[in-house]
């Protein structure tokens, strides 16, 4: 018997005060992202401080959304009925060009995607959040 595929909104995320430029960057299409004004490494998640050298605060960076697939699973099952009808989808660790590491649905078939492949960012409106996402990118 199958299930009937219901129209539902995906959980927003919990926005707080460090995240707040994230997610604020990805409303206006971007990845921005805290760079240390000490080391210059970009950081994620966007913590208030530098995990490499301890430097608090940073400048808020446009990153170019470009980067490379570490790692991927696809799945098959989900824990929410907004991600039924995606089924099966590919979810990858990508390695952003500026240095940070970021997980994300890749927008391809389960079965193209590759470690070390190429992406770029992909934004995707949802009522009151927008969700990065990874599409192939043309080289
Ligand atoms: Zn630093």
């Known amino acids: 018997m199958s299930t009937p595929v219901v129209s539902v909104e995906p959980p927003a995320p919990q926005i707080d005060p460090d995240s707040a430029g994230y997610w ?15 080391c210059g490494k970009v950081r994620f998640p966007p913590l208030d401080a530098c995990p490499y050298c301890g430097e608090p605060g940073g400048e808020e960076t446009v990153l170019s959304g470009v980067g490379t697939v570490y790692s991927f699973i696809v799945l098959h ?34 079965e193209s995607v590759s470690i070390g492949m190429r992406v770029g960012a992909r934004y995707v409106d949802h009522e009151s959040w927008t969700e990065l996402r990874f599409a192939p990118q043309d080289s």
Do not use: K, N, Y
């Open 24 to 38: 604020r960057g990805l409303a206006e299409h971007e990845v921005r992202l805290p760079r240390c004004s000490q």
């Open 77 to 110: 099952r989900t824990f929410h009925p907004a991600f039924e009808a995606d089924l099966p989808f590919a979810i990858a660790v990508v390695d952003l060009e500026e240095g940070p590491r970021v997980a994300a649905r890749i927008e391809a078939p389960p």
